[in-house]
């Protein structure tokens, strides 16, 4: 089983210990030890970065094991992983904004059943439940700013392989994603938009891109 890294910290660079590589379909497959790269999965889109001198092309989650697509073989043994940091702060802030908009549903008596944390395509998509109230925009948007204007700590526990993570005091949520360590680097999220199908309501939502230059210039 791939040890997941990314659930304790945020390194974006470390050590690691390359198990195997094999080729598959042009690219090579490798397996590590432990690592810093997030798979697609749990609505987030993988990472991307370096393993030595070769290219992460994508990263999957396949059994127990997360398998890294290089461009380029590599050696058994150490290694230096690098993971890019402009796609993983991008995606670490849809993927946290995501959770407020399903925090802001849940005081308002809805479930979030489904989450899309892509860029360009964020949704947090929920149900009625027994006291739904009325939910628009607007009110989304208000709380949600509320939030981040609190700037809310970011907490994590990990028990039992199960991941939670939440901010401030709002409720948590178990997700194996990426997140912020603290709401302001968020910067502006806005809500696009309300749908509702078949019982469904999709909150559709975006960032501001000049966020995440302001994230990134802090490291």
């Excluded at 489904?114 to 947090?124: D, L, R, S, T, V």
């Excluded at 948007?141 to 939670?164: S, V």
Aim: aromatic residues 8%.
């Amino acid at each position: 089983m791939t040890e997941r890294l990314f659930f304790t910290h945020d390194h974006l660079t470390a050590e690691l210990e390359v198990l195997s590589c094999t080729p598959c379909e042009g690219q090579f497959a490798v397996v590590l030890q432990s690592t810093i790269f997030h798979p697609q999965g749990g609505g987030q889109p993988f990472d991307t970065g370096w393993l030595g001198d070769s290219q992460v092309l994508r990263v999957t989650q396949e059994t127990d094991r997360v398998v890294h697509y290089v461009n380029q073989p590599v050696e058994p043994g150490p290694i230096t992983a690098r993971v890019d940091e402009a796609r993983r702060a991008l995606h670490t802030r849809l993927h946290s904004a995501g959770h407020l908009i399903g925090n802001a549903g849940e005081t308002l008596g809805w479930m979030p059943i489904k989450a899309h944390h892509w860029p360009g395509e964020g949704k947090i998509t929920f149900i009625r439940g027994e006291t739904a109230q009325a939910m628009d925009a607007e009110i989304i948007q208000q709380q949600i700013n509320q939030w981040i204007a609190a700037d809310y700590p970011r907490h994590m526990t990990l028990e039992d392989g199960t991941r939670e993570v939440g901010f401030g005091d709002l409720p948590s949520y178990a997700c194996g994603g990426t997140h912020v360590q603290t709401l302001s680097e968020l910067g502006q999220v806005t809500i696009l938009a309300l749908s509702e199908k078949k019982g469904a309501l999709s909150v559709r939502y975006s960032l501001d891109s000049t966020a995440a230059l302001r994230v990134l210039s802090s490291f």
